[in-house]
């Protein structure tokens, strides 16, 4: 056989032990666990090493937390080699000549960095993907200056540097260096040099992929843990669901169970079932919350989230989520939405109040105080004391402008309710078809233009008191729902079947003769009987005369504050004229009187023109009986309420006594002027 055919043979041999070499490396790495693959990868380098006589190999990679850093993670090296190298990692030895660096988790031995210490290097390499070889260091270029004094100082004389790449990314590099003596590099050997490197790229690879894998697994566990949530898999195709202990635990299912997405459908409250169930039948991402049912009966919220995994082949479609209890949230937000409204009704009769109040309170409002000490006030007041410890409803009659609402803001001042609203409704102001919605409150949409909805005035009321004035103006159809809440307590919005419950006191008041009304079937007789509890009649002003010089003083010390206006005094004359006139507008007309005095005079004296006499035309369609009441009121008047006696009433007109006070008690004449317990 020929030198040749002897050398041709060898190379062939050497060519099938590398080849079995590979092979059994390779079959090293198939599901390897990610914990074995630097251990496995020490003692590969060991054995290319030994079958190519290289002195030291070394990885360099990329660190996870640093990218950009390229740093020393793998060694070996011949036991003859009197290295520099220092690991800082704890080493062992393999049976042999070799010494093999392996650690725990991500290894780095020295510190050495690829791009600080052979930039040039580094630049081919790492950032280029090229091949880099020299047998000696004096074959390195000028510019890898810097790489050849590092390379001089390590004791390396010839090298490979193989960059490790996967899918077109260089993640690292892998070296073949000799150290006790210089080196040719055939191409044979740099290409199968190249396929190790390959293999050892994608080991490292898929360690830093499972590396990854599990500690974003660890994050979700604890992310999950820390949520208090339940992870699941749900295979579309078969129905069947993986699920942490967590989730078997929030849907109540045993361990050993087997659980499909009809039996999850049955932990699910029947009015939401439908409404899981089209969603995750969408095969789409899915946000939901909803209640299940456990065994022992209790509802729970769930909140679920869920991604649809695009289907890859031979791969069912997937749907993977996390679901959380969050029924405590659930009525937390119950009871915030019940605190809400009731903060918003509260706010809104607030906010109806303050309506209110700006509608009843304007400047210079007088009746705010109570003025006068004349006997039929007295008497009045006495009334008032008797019934406002009382929730008796209360009907007040007489005159217009006598200050039956100043006595009703006096009931309610004096009662147990004055902590609340006196509300007042003038029940001949509102048209008939609004009054209604202004006593008992509307829905929205209740009739045509009530775009919001209104609570009444007995809602307004509740607790409190509620002045109804001219309340013989109330229609009969809405007499009927008062005297039902009078009765029960109880009524309707309109536009609502709800019964609302009411505690209000109320207060009747009127100018007619109420007992006329009913007569007339203007106003329901059991209503009458239900306010007539506790009547009070407030008497006009011509029966409070003493009262009208306190009058005169409040008014003209209020216009003349207003007006800046000062008098010192009113004649005595005027005064006489001032409570000699009959006042049928009562203290209404005699406030106004006082007010125009204020506008039209100067100087310190009020210069007062009482209202002009009916002219003679007005006169003759008076009747004789309201010329005879006239005249007897006149007359009256000017005896200051004498009846009997020298210069009295009776005397003056020529009649009777008797005769007279029965005239009065004809034209409804009230004398509360005594004189020795006798009508004087």
């Known amino acids: 056989m020929s030198e040749l055919e002897t050398k041709l043979i060898s190379e062939i041999e050497k060519q099938l032990r590398f080849e079995t070499l590979l092979a059994e490396i390779s079959t090293h790495f198939i599901n390897l666990p990610a914990d074995r693959i630097d251990h496995e990868i020490e003692a590969a380098q060991r054995r290319i090493s030994e079958f190519f006589g290289i002195d030291r190999s070394t990885i360099w990679q990329q660190l996870n937390h640093e990218p950009g850093r390229y740093v020393f993670t793998h060694v070996i090296e011949h036991e003859d080699v009197q290295t520099v190298i220092k690991p800082k990692n704890t080493s062992f030895s393999l049976n042999g000549k070799w010494k093999v660096q392996a650690s725990d988790g991500y290894p780095v031995h020295i510190q050495l960095e690829i791009s600080r210490d052979f930039p040039w290097i580094f630049s081919q390499v790492i950032q280029h993907g090229k091949i880099v070889l020299f047998s000696r260091i004096e074959e390195l270029p000028p510019e890898a200056i810097h790489d050849a004094e590092m390379m001089f100082r390590y004791g390396t004389k010839a090298d490979v540097i193989i960059p490790l790449m996967v899918g077109g990314t260089v993640i690292g590099c892998i070296t073949f260096a000799m150290i006790r003596a210089a080196r040719e590099w055939s191409q044979a050997m740099v290409k199968q040099l190249s396929l190790i490197a390959q293999i050892f790229a994608n080991a490292l690879s898929r360690k830093k992929i499972e590396y990854e894998l599990r500690k974003s697994e660890s994050r979700l566990s604890l992310a999950a843990a820390s949520a208090d949530a339940g992870l699941w898999v749900l295979d579309i195709d078969t129905g069947l669901i993986w699920c942490t202990d967590k989730a078997q635990k929030l849907f109540c299912f045993a361990p050993d169970d087997t659980i499909t997405f009809d039996g999850f459908l049955n932990r699910v409250h029947a009015e939401d079932r439908e409404q899981v169930r089209q969603e995750v039948q969408s095969e789409k991402d899915i946000n939901i919350e909803y209640r299940i049912v456990l065994p022992d009966g209790a509802i729970r919220w769930i909140s679920s989230r869920g991604r649809m995994h695009a289907e890859t082949p031979g791969e069912p479609p997937r749907l993977t989520g996390v679901s959380i209890d969050v029924t405590d949230r659930r009525e937390s937000e119950r009871l915030l939405h019940k605190a809400y409204n009731e903060i918003k009704a509260l706010k809104d009769r607030i906010e109806t109040e303050n309506i209110y109040l700006r509608k009843e309170i304007y400047p210079g409002d007088i ?314």
């Open 367 to 680: 009746f705010k105080n109570i003025i006068g000490r004349s006997n039929a006030l007295k008497l009045v007041l006495q009334r008032v004391e008797q019934v406002a410890s009382v929730d008796s409803t209360v009907l007040l009659s007489g005159e217009t402008g006598t200050g039956k609402e100043l006595i009703a803001q006096a009931i309610h001042d004096l009662s147990k309710r004055k902590g609340g609203l006196l509300v007042k409704v003038n029940c001949a102001s509102l048209p008939a078809t609004l009054i209604e919605s202004e006593l008992f409150g509307r829905e929205k949409g209740a009739y045509t233009g009530s775009l919001a909805r209104q609570i009444g005035r007995f809602e307004l009321a509740n607790h409190s008191t509620l002045l109804l004035d001219e309340i013989t103006e109330l229609p009969l159809d809405l007499q009927a729902k008062l005297l039902r809440v009078l009765q029960n307590g109880e009524f309707e919005r309109l536009g609502s079947p709800k019964t609302i419950r009411v505690d209000v006191r109320l207060i009747a008041a009127t100018n007619r003769d109420i007992t006329m009304e009913v007569k007339k079937g203007a106003f329901r007789e059991d209503l009458y009987y239900r306010l007539q509890v506790f009547p009070i009649v407030v008497p006009p002003l011509r029966e409070r005369i003493d009262d009208i010089p306190l009058l005169v003083e409040a008014f003209i010390n209020e216009f003349s504050t207003k007006m800046n206006k000062k008098f010192l005094t009113v004649s005595r004359k005027t005064m006489d004229q001032l409570q000699s006139y009959h006042w049928p507008g009562n203290i209404r007309q005699l406030r106004n009187a006082i007010e125009q005095a204020v506008i039209i005079s100067s100087g310190n004296n009020l210069q007062i023109t009482l209202p002009h006499a009916p002219g003679s035309a007005d006169v003759e369609k008076k009747t004789l009986k309201d010329k005879e009441y006239q005249h007897i009121l006149e007359v009256l008047t000017k005896t200051r309420w004498r009846v009997k006696g020298s210069n009295g009433a009776a005397e003056l007109l020529g009649i009777k006594p008797s005769t007279l006070f029965s005239k009065m008690k004809k034209h409804g004449i009230r004398n509360n002027h005594k004189k020795d317990g006798i009508l004087s």
